[in-house]
């Protein structure tokens, strides 16, 4: 069985209420050895630290998601500075800019998103970058900040944008959409990417691999990512798997 790590799991929310612990039980045996869990706004922070005490394999990242601007206020940005100095993370996330809706205030989702950067390079943590038609500014503002490492997590921007990641040491997050015939610019990346910039998601409830098209996502199906990838790479299964765990290992400090 290969070691995995899922990069990106929502494991907090309410679609797993019903069953999380077979979700979790299932991952383990699909040979997730970790899972990360990021937050999307400050009522998220308790449920996910509460969630992730006690289970040495899930790990918690906190942060302001940029697609929920009515849920933040400026105060968050200090709380979650006190937050973080007493509830140790493995990341600063989910974090970003999202302009799929023309009403969200942009100006005000960059203000947040420089500030939580800066934040995570003061405390040394990667970051877990959402960016939802906002990728060229995304990746402009990780640039402007500087000396930041992390991963912008399900990646669906273009072969320039890719290599402009990777060029600052950024990590792409690989799931689902990557098993989709339509997604062939993905499928090109996938296949011939750096595999030291790679990394597996779920991004379970959403995002659903082919096979499942419609259901509800969870992390065990990270496997058929990586039976996809392997197969756009022409490589071998478990060179994959080993080549994005020690990735995983190596971004977020995974024991």
């Given amino acids: 069985m290969y070691t995995l790590v899922d990069s990106h799991v929502h494991l907090d ?37 509460d969630l992730c005490a006690g289970q040495p394999g899930i790990h918690p990242a906190y942060g302001l998601h940029p697609a929920f601007p009515d849920r933040h206020r400026p105060e968050h940005l200090d709380r979650l500075r006190q937050w973080l100095a007493d509830n140790p993370a493995i990341a600063v996330g989910e974090i ?15 203000r947040y998103f420089v500030d939580q950067l800066q934040l995570a390079r003061e405390l040394d943590l990667p970051v877990i970058i959402h960016a ?31 290599k402009q990641l990777w060029d600052i040491g950024f990590h792409l997050g690989i799931g689902g959409s990557v098993t989709h015939s339509r997604a062939q610019r993905l499928r090109r990346i996938a296949a011939s990417m750096p595999i030291r910039f790679l990394l597996l998601e779920s991004d379970a409830p959403d995002q659903p691999d082919a096979a499942h098209r419609g259901q509800r996502n969870e992390p065990a199906r990270i496997t058929e990512v990586l039976r996809c990838v392997a ?9 994959v798997a080993e080549a994005t765990t020690a990735n995983a290992r190596r971004l977020f400090g995974l024991d």
């Fill in 96 to 110: 970003g800019l999202d302009f799929h809706q023309a009403t969200w205030d942009r100006d005000l989702q960059q």
């Fill in 13 to 49: 929310a309410e679609a797993f209420d019903a069953d999380r612990a077979a979700v979790i039980a299932r991952a383990g045996d699909a040979g997730i050895r970790h899972m990360i869990v990021p937050a999307t706004d400050r009522d998220s922070w308790p449920g996910i630290r």
């Fill in 231 to 239: 197969v756009l790479r022409g490589e071998p299964e478990d060179r």
């Fill in 132 to 162: 939802r038609q906002a990728l060229e500014e995304a990746s402009l503002t990780l640039r402007r900040v500087g000396d930041l490492r992390g991963v912008v997590h399900s990646f669906s921007g273009s072969e320039q944008q890719a």
